[in-house]
């Protein structure tokens, strides 16, 4: 996925039920990482609680993505108290989607789509230094 193109729409079930991203109204955060309680995406995930009410203040809905099982999912959520929806992509139709699916086809690359009110990629953040700087850039695309 490149700037300038419209973000595959899908289905998935989440920490908090099922998610259709089309019938989510607002700016998008989505963040591909490559597995759940792994200390990059842990850092990662709290970066992103951490910053969740400026997302929210500049019109923006965070959603994370990973291979993980529904209830990996849900457990990763909760532990790090995520207001966002933690989505399961076990079948790894979503990363496929994207792009994001590493080499091997075993997980996501850690990337970051911002994708706007119309479904229009503006942004894809990826090769950053540290995993937490993924919602600090993010959050700097938002607000442009």
């Known amino acids: ?63 994370g993505i990973s291979v993980d099982s529904v209830e990996t999912q849900k457990r990763f959520s909760e532990k790090y108290n995520a207001k966002f929806p933690v989505i399961s992509d076990k079948e790894k139709k979503i990363s496929s989607a994207y792009g994001v699916l590493n080499e091997k086809g075993t997980s996501a690359q850690r990337v970051t789509f911002i994708v706007d009110e119309r479904g229009v990629v503006k942004a894809v953040l990826k090769n950053l230094k540290r995993a937490e700087d993924h919602a600090d850039r993010a959050l700097e695309e938002v607000k442009k």
């Open 1 to 63: 996925m490149d700037v300038g193109q419209t973000a595959p729409d899908f289905e998935a079930e989440s920490s908090i039920g099922k998610i259709k991203l089309s019938e989510l109204k607002g700016k998008k955060v989505i963040y591909f990482y490559p597995k759940s309680f792994t200390p990059g995406c842990t850092r990662e995930i709290q970066r992103f609680v951490e910053l969740y009410d400026q997302f929210v203040a500049n019109g923006a809905l965070v959603l």
